[in-house]
């Protein structure tokens, strides 16, 4: 599995043939939006009215049960923290014998059925800049009540991003470590069974 990071709660993720892309966004964030079609668009914060996508592969929007080809996605409501314009949803993928877990624009805590789904992934991805999402100290708090392998920073400052925000030190102070800091992560299954304890990750765009 590779997985690439271009800014905000955009992930690219390459696994088994397949090509998953989280929260896209547009050029007016300062940043340059991934090229390259994809299978699988997964989207944690949805504006109502809901549109057609063109472009974007099986656009997954919402809780529920979904799967595409080897893929497997669960889809956790986030009723306190949506609106009438909006909803949020966090999510577990599957794939490679991994689960993934997107918590998108998370801004205040999961609730306890997605807690309990998510507890022991092996691979979290969690806003690290704070403002408007989740505060540093909530999000340590959580990172440790999930117990994942691997933390991936996500929703924070970086060159070129317009909106204000952080960088993601602060997080790392919170959770006592220095995090390793690449390119891209590539992982197998065998390598996150090795792991002991939580690791946090922080990816260049």
Same mark, same amino acid.
């Given at each position: ?14 696994? *088994? /043939?397949?090509?998953? $892309?989280?929260?896209? %966004? ?9 090229? +390259?079609?994809?299978? =699988? ?10 549109? #057609?996508?063109?472009?974007? *592969?099986?656009?997954? &929007? ?9 893929? *497997? ?10 609106? #009438? ?7 577990? $993928? ?7 877990? %997107? !918590? ?21 991805? =969690?806003?690290?800049? +704070? ?20 933390? $991936?920073?996500? %929703?924070?400052?970086?060159? @070129?991003?317009? &909106?204000? @925000?952080? #960088?993601?030190?602060?997080? +790392?102070?919170?959770? #006592? ?7 891209? !992560?590539? =992982?197998?299954?065998?390598?996150? /069974?090795?792991?002991? *304890? ?6 260049? =765009?």
């Amino acid at each position: 599995m590779i997985i690439n990071w271009y800014g905000e709660g955009c992930f690219k993720i390459q696994t *088994g /043939g397949l090509t998953l $892309v989280t929260d896209p %966004f547009e050029s007016a964030t300062g940043l340059t939006p991934p090229r +390259g079609k994809n299978e =699988i668009t997964l989207k944690t914060l949805t504006a109502w009215p809901m549109k #057609d996508e063109d472009g974007e *592969g099986q656009v997954i &929007r919402g809780a529920g049960e979904y799967e595409v080809q080897s893929i *497997g996605i669960s889809g956790f409501e986030l009723p306190a923290e949506s609106t #009438d314009k909006f909803f949020k949803t966090a999510y577990q $993928v599957t794939a490679e014998d991994m689960t993934l877990g %997107f !918590l998108g624009h998370l801004s205040e805590g999961l609730t306890p059925d997605a807690s309990e789904k998510l507890k022991d992934t092996d691979i979290l991805f =969690i806003p690290a800049g +704070g403002k408007p999402f989740i505060n540093p100290e909530a999000a340590a708090k959580l990172i440790k009540q999930l117990s994942p392998k691997l933390v $991936v920073a996500s %929703f924070f400052k970086v060159p @070129g991003l317009k &909106r204000g @925000g952080a #960088d993601w030190k602060a997080l +790392g102070e919170e959770l #006592d470590q220095k995090p390793e800091v690449m390119e891209k !992560l590539t =992982i197998r299954k065998k390598e996150v /069974g090795e792991k002991k *304890g939580t690791t946090l990750v922080v990816l260049k =765009i």
